[in-house]
């Protein structure tokens, strides 16, 4: 992986990485790869600020709409799909550009996997019991129970939480005693993050959440529940869906969808920026 550098920007939701990935593809001849976890959906455009048919048409991207709805991607499968990618992109002669603010999967495809139990006959009885909101409080009962501090760090993830059962109930041990926080990276690469700061993020936030919800994310939102968005392994996890289902649901008008959407956006930013600012990789540069 060496014959082309790797570009790599990070960064909050709404805080720019991809036009500014963008810009750079088009002025050095990259060619850009999704490190989004729920931009793999076809079914999500919208909601999940997938590039636009313009902006593809300038640049290609790579692992962007591949998924259906009831498909997963496993931090494993990206880490394997963004290597042969990378590996493409160079054969054509051309820099790519890894762009996303999926933060664990930005630092084990850049830093390597930790080598973890798994049994995949177990991860599927546990998803199966766990993986809904109605068994959201029974997987947060016996993760206080076994591993108090998986439950602490991750009590907003219910799909990290679920690992971190499965790895406590294989091994005996919490799935924190086995992560290295390795920061070696794997090869060379340059990455950037892009910070913003908070009134501004807030404020690109909400004019994103109303420009989506204009170019039709509630349609896009209705169709995708009618077809199961909310009972899929991984894609039911997208931001501001379920929002999305309460007003469809005449709960509130639309000044509080986009009030809520907003806030729930900013709360998501920022559990990115706190994992951006500690864990690997660590940024070379900072672009404010």
């Not at 060496?2 to 002025?27: D, F, Q």
């Not at 550009?97 to 084990?108: D, E, H, Q, R, W």
């Not at 294989?170 to 910070?195: A, H, N, W």
Request: glycine fraction near 6%.
């Amino acid at each position: 992986m060496n014959n082309h550098p790797l570009i790599v920007y990070i960064g909050c939701t709404a805080s720019g990485k991809s036009s500014a990935a963008l810009a750079e593809a088009e002025r050095i001849g990259g060619e850009i790869i999704s490190c989004d976890s729920m931009q793999f959906y076809k079914e999500l455009p919208i909601g999940t600020a997938q590039p636009t048919a313009e902006e593809r048409a300038r640049i290609p991207h790579h692992l962007v709409g591949t998924l259906e709805l009831d498909q997963r991607m496993t931090v494993s499968d990206y880490c394997i799909l963004a290597g042969k990618c990378v590996a493409e992109v160079r054969a054509r002669g051309n820099v790519p550009i890894l762009c996303g603010g999926t933060g664990l999967y930005v630092k084990s495809f850049i830093c390597g996997m930790d080598d973890l139990p798994a049994d995949v006959e177990l991860r599927k009885n546990l998803d199966e019991k766990y993986d809904s909101d109605s068994g959201a409080i029974a997987l947060a009962e016996e993760m206080r129970r076994l591993d108090p501090a998986a439950l602490e760090k991750w009590q907003d993830c219910r799909r990290k939480l679920i690992r971190a059962l499965e790895v406590r109930l294989i091994s005996g041990k919490s799935i924190l005693t086995f992560q290295s926080g390795q920061t070696d990276r794997r090869f060379p690469c340059c990455v950037r993050l892009i910070e913003r700061e908070s009134d501004v993020l807030k404020e690109r936030i909400r004019k994103r959440a109303k420009l989506m919800l204009d170019c039709g994310w509630i349609e896009e939102a209705e169709k995708a529940i009618a077809k199961g968005l909310f009972n899929t392994p991984t894609a039911h996890q997208a931001l501001g869906y379920k929002i999305i289902a309460e007003y469809l649901d005449g709960k509130f008008d639309k000044d509080t969808l986009i009030e809520k959407i907003s806030t729930a956006t900013w709360q998501y930013a920022r559990r990115q920026r706190t994992w951006f600012r500690h864990q690997a990789p660590y940024p070379d540069e900072i672009i404010g």
